[in-house]
């Protein structure tokens, strides 16, 4: 179209090979193959001489066999094949210099799962026997999510900078199985997170002082139901909160022998609900952390 703006379309097929539940299953229990069309179109643009820069994108995915994982009595783990799923949504992601040293940015994603062909028994309440799943959400897709981050570099003498930086992501309520359990759901929460950097004149050398979930929100990225003599929860908590710091500086390493050695010491505190973690770091890396879309195949070979 134009220097500034991009359009773009993408068709892909991706598969899981199958395997088998070697539980207490006799004889050994199967599973198929997964398989899926992703299909995935968007524009990608700058404005305002380069001080806005906006992505939007709309995908939709069609598994067929999409595989799930399920507990059964006394937590053996049992990988089942949905016959049918779709996932549709789109992205738009924005990020704008509103002022001299200002960067501020965002993103939102919504998101529609759903079992279009399920047949599955609950191994936690046997009695009901075989139920119709479809329209059920699939687990670990929320249907919203969003991300907001905001930073300002300051001058603050000789060539030095100071950059604080604040960033919020948010997301509403999730499953973590095929069933919808009441006692398998997230509900909706927001973590937050801040650093502050200083980086020498040079682009070499920046220290790094850092907090992350900062109000110490507590929630789950995982949760099972299964039998063990009653229905029983088993959850993953996620990360609490950290505070931390770092020290980077860029192609740090000496030699010995005419053999190269990077360094890269770490040293870490923790205590029961924190960790202070002080490093020394070979390279830059971003803060920035993007949560993929859940259940994406690779590619067919």
Known sequence: MTPDVLLYANVARGFVSGGFNTGNFNPVNTFNPSYVWNYEAGVKTRMLEGRLTAAASAFHSNYTDLQQLLFGANFIPIVENASGAKIGGFELELRAIPADRWSVGGSLTVLDSRFTDLMSADPVYPELGVRNLNGNRLPQAPRLQANFSVERKTIIGAGW?????????????????????????????????????????????????????????RYFVNESTATFFTPTNVVDIGTPVIWGGASKVIALSCW?????????????????????????????????RRRPRPYQLRPAG
């Open 161 to 217: 900078t100071l950059t604080p930086h604040l960033n919020a992501h948010w997301q509403s309520s999730e499953y973590f199985d095929f069933f919808n359990h009441p006692r398998a759901r997230q509900g909706s929460y927001a973590i937050f997170s801040a650093n502050i950097r200083i980086d020498d004149p040079t682009g070499k050398w920046a220290l790094e002082f850092y907090g992350r979930n900062i109000f110490d929100k």
């Open 256 to 288: 010995k022998n005419r053999r190269r050695i990077d360094s890269n010491p770490v040293w870490t505190v923790r205590s029961p609900r924190s960790t202070v973690r002080v490093a020394l770091r070979a390279n830059r890396s971003s803060s920035r």
